[in-house]
């Protein structure tokens, strides 16, 4: 789906059993497959770990997880919470493979898992919202777009880990990007010693996932923050009811959706002005973050729901519940969107906010 894909016949067979070994790390169990490769859960020393497998182009074109390594490896270094931390990774004969945290299922799989996975309650989808806004951002601040935000990069932490079962946490990082560069002659870690990159005036493919990238991605527009925002506010507008461009492709799926407006996606009037603010939104354009986080939480407050609530759609699925009947509630952090209060959501890192002066 996303730039870049190579197709079955140009790239290199790679046949991965259950009993293989690769770097010492046992495969246990295939646990994901996207348009680049597999995801498998592997063990070493007893610790289980998710591994992605990429097979090599047949023309030697460059491995799309050579870009999510550096991309890891940037974010885990620069402290940024809900992303999976990179192990190890390289080239092997025949495939380009990442090892990294072991985390749970995606958002699109729990949906599919709720009692009604065409509409969650606005206590689930609000909540989602803030935590998806969360980590999104600490993306953003560390100087990286996203570019492929949909349900299926949204997991959840592992089941048996306490304190992040619950809260979502952000992976492939393939087609990322990143908006700003270093200014030589600079400290690397001097929060002013980066600019911004060149803008460029037209990119030649749709870059992301097209059910959810942004209008300006199908305007072939080089893409900024706010167009992270859009993906994600298709994405959650998923949860409320089904996209109108759900079964549509290529023209009529972008026709549909440019004259589709978020607030009657949400059917809330109070998102129009999300809208305008995407709209205005440039490729310098430091997105208006707290606008997006006060519409979910208003929501999320008037449901009277819970952030202890586990459940995606409005009944637990059975795992969790069983989970969380073992769980000392006040210790699970799927509180990560309670803390999100103005305080620890926009004066956090921060770490490019001068950048949103630059132009
Ligand atoms: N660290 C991880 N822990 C647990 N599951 C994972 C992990 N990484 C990936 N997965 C699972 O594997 C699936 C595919 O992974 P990923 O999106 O990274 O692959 P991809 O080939 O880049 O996919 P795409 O088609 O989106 O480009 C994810 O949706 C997720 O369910």
Not at 87 to 100: A, L
Not at 235 to 253: D, G, H, T
Request: aromatic fraction near 10%; hydrophobic fraction near 35%.
């Amino acid at each position: 789906m996303a730039e870049n894909t190579a197709s079955e016949n140009d790239v290199e067979n790679v046949f991965i059993s259950m009993d293989d070994k690769i770097k010492g790390y046992q495969v246990v169990e295939s646990i994901g497959d996207g348009a680049y490769g597999q995801v498998f859960k592997v063990s070493k020393n007893a610790k289980k770990y998710a591994m992605k497998v990429e097979p090599n182009r047949l023309d030697g074109g460059p491995a799309s997880i050579t870009k999510e390594i550096e991309v890891m490896m940037e974010l885990n270094n620069r402290g940024a919470k809900f992303f999976p931390i990179f192990e190890t990774g390289g080239r092997e004969p025949k495939f380009h493979m990442v090892v990294m945290t072991l985390l749970g299922e995606n958002l699109q799989v729990l949906r599919m898992k709720g009692c009604n996975p065409k509409a969650c309650t606005p206590g689930t989808w609000s909540r989602i919202g803030i935590q998806c806004l969360f980590v999104v951002k600490q993306m953003h601040d560390c100087g990286f777009l996203h570019h492929d935000l949909k349900p299926a990069n949204f997991v959840w932490g592992q089941s048996d880990e306490v304190l992040t079962s619950r809260v979502f946490y952000l992976i492939d990082f393939g087609i990322s990007s990143k908006f700003i560069r270093h200014i030589k002659g600079t400290p690397i870690n001097q929060q002013n010693g980066f600019e911004f990159r060149t803008e460029n005036k037209k990119v030649h493919s749709l870059v992301g996932t097209p059910k959810y990238t942004s209008p300006k991605a199908h305007a072939m527009a080089d893409l900024g923050r706010g167009d992270d925002f859009w993906s994600l506010m298709y994405m959650i507008a998923e949860l409320v009811k089904p996209l109108p461009w759900e079964i549509l492709e290529a023209k009529m799926l972008e026709k549909t959706k440019l004259k589709s407006k978020l607030k009657d996606l949400y059917g809330i009037d109070a998102f129009g002005k999300i809208e305008t603010m995407l709209q205005a939104c440039t490729f310098h354009s430091f997105p208006n973050y707290e606008m997006i986080y006060h519409a979910f939480k208003d929501v999320f407050t008037k449901s009277g729901a819970s952030w202890y609530d586990h459940s995606i759609g409005r009944e637990k699925i059975c795992r969790l519940t069983n989970d969380g009947d073992r769980m000392p509630r006040n210790h699970v952090d799927c509180s990560v969107g309670k803390n999100l209060t103005s305080d620890f959501i926009f004066e956090r890192i921060h770490f490019n906010m001068h950048i949103s002066r630059i132009k």
